[in-house]
């Protein structure tokens, strides 16, 4: 089946304490994506990257990091967490276009941090 | 560059009356236009799509989206809600074009059913 995979759904941490959120997706897509969603204010991108090796910043990249050392995996990294930092992450994956403009993105269940 | 406005925030309607989402984007093209539905406590599954061509797209779960060019619309609709539907919506827009995913996000329409 394809998907997206998320792990931890849930997670609770406290301040400063590093985590790593993981992301995995099984239909060889180049690009993927990590979003946060907080009440009023939508999706807003953190980072993305269109292939290995090649990440970029979104809207709202700080107090994050990524990398993409394989094509499948795609890794939300918090260094120092904040209760700012409190949300719900969503990673999301799609083929790039060519010529088919026919793709769509592919969304993991979500993870609920909070941070205390 | 592009964004995406959802004017209502929260919408409530009987079941079994029609629906109608609002969407306005901004963007210097035609984008790729994008509609998705969020369950409570789930992701977020694409309902319909546009590209290119016919402005009216149908979508999975009895919805459809028209394409306004001339409003830079692109308003979903249902004839006759189900107590399912209720979830929460999103509007997205992508940039036209090879090469490029990058999804915009309005802030949502939360929408509540009324057995």
């Known amino acids: 089946e394809a998907q997206v995979t998320q792990n931890p759904r849930y997670l609770i941490t406290v301040t400063g304490k590093k985590l790593t959120v993981t992301c995995s997706q099984n239909?060889?897509?180049?690009?993927m994506s990590w979003y946060r969603q907080d009440p009023g204010l939508g999706l807003r991108q953190i980072y993305y990257s269109m292939n290995v090796e090649v990440t970029d910043k979104g809207d709202v990249p700080e107090g994050y990091k990524v990398s993409r050392k394989e094509k499948r995996n795609f890794p939300l990294i918090l260094e120092s967490p904040s209760p700012n930092q409190t949300s719900l992450y969503f990673c999301?994956?799609?083929?790039?276009?060519?010529?088919?403009?026919?793709?769509?993105?592919?969304f993991g269940q979500g993870t609920r941090l909070t941070v205390v | 560059a592009q964004s995406v406005t959802q004017p209502d925030i929260h919408i409530t309607v009987s079941e079994g009356a029609s629906l109608e989402l609002r969407c306005n984007y901004s963007?210097?093209?035609?984008?790729?236009l994008f509609w998705y539905v969020q369950s409570p406590g789930q992701g977020l599954q694409l309902l319909l799509k546009?590209?290119?061509?016919?402005?009216l797209v149908q979508g999975i779960k009895g919805f459809e989206a028209e394409f306004k060019r001339s409003q830079s619309s692109f308003n979903l609709r249902k004839p006759s809600v189900h107590w399912s539907d209720a979830a929460e919506y999103f509007c997205a827009v992508a940039p036209s074009g090879a090469g490029s995913y990058q999804l915009t996000f309005g802030k949502g329409t939360k929408l509540s059913v009324i057995p």
């Open positions: 239909m060889n897509h180049e690009y």
């Open positions: 546009y590209f290119s061509g016919d402005t």
């Open positions: 999301a994956s799609a083929f790039l276009r060519d010529s088919s403009p026919n793709t769509e993105a592919f």
């Open positions: 963007y210097g093209a035609t984008p790729y």
